[in-house]
T-cell receptor
Framework: AQRVTQPEKLLSVFKGAPVELKCNYS??????LFWYVQYSRQRLQLLLR??SRESIKGFTADLNKGETSFHLKKPFAQEEDSAMYYC?????????????FGSGTRLQVQP | GAVVSQHPSWVICKSGTSVKIECRSL??????MFWYRQFPKQSLMLMAT?????????EQGVEKDKFLINHASLTLSTLTVTSAHPEDSSFYIC??????????FGNGTRLTVT
């Protein structure tokens, strides 16, 4: 069965510092990986997906199949980045296409 | 953009009563809807997947007779928690996708059973 691991419950950094939110996964097939963000009192929203290979709000994430990782990175954190971040995996174009979520990492960016 | 509306946002009910939660897709046809549950400080756990017009597929450990899911139209799915007990208190989140649309999440429903 697929599994997503986010080892850090809380990550606290100062404004302008680099950020890396870790995500590792286990899945036997070819998964799709996503990062979702949940700002205070708002719904979950998609931040980025690995197949798009894009940068959203300065965040990037590279799928490393060898290390089965999909870490989220941003070179200079901003206070408005403070939120809950979830890494998620989908079974790709086959299967149920439901998402399996990691336990989430709360990012706190201090002024 | 596409929006998924979930209602109510929060509900308090007495033990033994039933609660219905609605999930609506507002500007797209949701062929598939997913229901998740999130306990405090834990991740979202998939409860069931429902496709319009067919029976929901429940995840292992989720009682289908307790969590009734109906997906009778392309814009509405409901989750009914029957004979609720305090241990059912949780945050319930729906998500929906269409054939050519990405996954969108509702705002969630906080259920408290007293």
């Amino acid at each position: 069965a697929q599994r997503v691991t986010q080892p850090e419950k809380l990550l606290s950094v100062f404004k302008g510092a680099p950020v890396e939110l870790k995500c590792n996964y286990s899945y036997s097939g070819s998964p799709e990986l996503f990062w979702y963000v949940q700002y205070s009192r708002q719904r979950l929203q998609l931040l980025l997906r690995h197949i798009s290979r894009e940068s959203i709000k300065g965040f990037t994430a590279d799928l490393n199949k060898g290390e089965t990782s999909f870490h989220l990175k941003k070179p200079f954190a901003q206070e408005e980045d403070s939120a809950m971040y979830y890494c998620a995996l989908s079974e790709g174009h086959t299967g149920r296409r439901a998402l399996t979520f990691g336990s989430g990492t709360r990012l706190q960016v201090q002024p | 953009g596409a929006v998924v509306s979930q209602h109510p946002s929060w509900v308090i009910c007495k033990s033994g009563t039933s609660v219905k939660i609605e999930c609506r897709s507002l500007d797209f046809q949701a062929t598939t809807m997913f229901w998740y549950r999130q306990f405090p400080k834990q991740s979202l756990m998939l409860m069931a997947t429902s496709n319009e017009g067919s029976k929901a597929t429940y995840e292992q450990g989720v009682e289908k007779d307790k969590f009734l899911i109906n997906h009778a139209s392309l814009t509405l799915s409901t989750l009914t928690v029957t004979s609720a007990h305090p241990e059912d208190s949780s945050f319930y989140i729906c998500s929906a996708r269409g054939d050519s649309s990405p996954l969108h999440f509702g705002n969630g429903t906080r259920l408290t059973v007293t």
